[in-house]
């Protein structure tokens, strides 16, 4: 198959992305920007973590869905981060440090059918991923 991501591209944005968006360091929403790039309302940058940071094998590879979810029994937050190769879980308890606690992989039956991309759902405590 055909690859569709300009590899060097997508590294090259990567490295530059994470070299600018420091970890431990908020960034404002200036005049309806952050750092003078990205469209923002009413919301800061306070973290930036790239494919590889994630816990994904290529990192040219792109997230496609993001859920939040807080531990009703201590208060922990996390994110599911849908990836093309499998799904990150990531400790945002503290935003400014998060953490990657674990990767789940695609499975390769998956992978073969034609899947690309993980969608996930939350519904009470239970993660729903497609």
Not at 61 to 90: C, H, M, R, T
């Amino acid at each position: 198959m055909e690859n569709l991501v300009d590899k060097e591209r997508a590294r090259s944005n990567a490295a530059a992305w994470k070299g600018r968006f420091a970890q431990g360091r908020e960034i404002p929403c200036i005049d309806g920007k952050i750092a003078d790039e990205f469209d923002c309302l009413n919301m800061n940058l306070v973290n930036f973590l790239d494919a590889e940071d994630l816990g994904t094998e290529d990192e040219t590879i792109f997230v496609n869905d993001i859920w939040g979810w807080v531990d009703p029994q201590n208060g922990k937050e996390y994110a599911l981060v849908g990836l093309f190769d499998g799904v990150s879980l990531v400790d945002i308890t503290n935003p400014l440090l998060p953490f990657v606690i674990g990767f789940i992989n695609a499975t390769d039956i998956f992978l073969d059918n034609g899947g690309r991309w993980h969608d996930i759902k939350i519904v009470g405590t239970v993660s729903y991923i497609g």
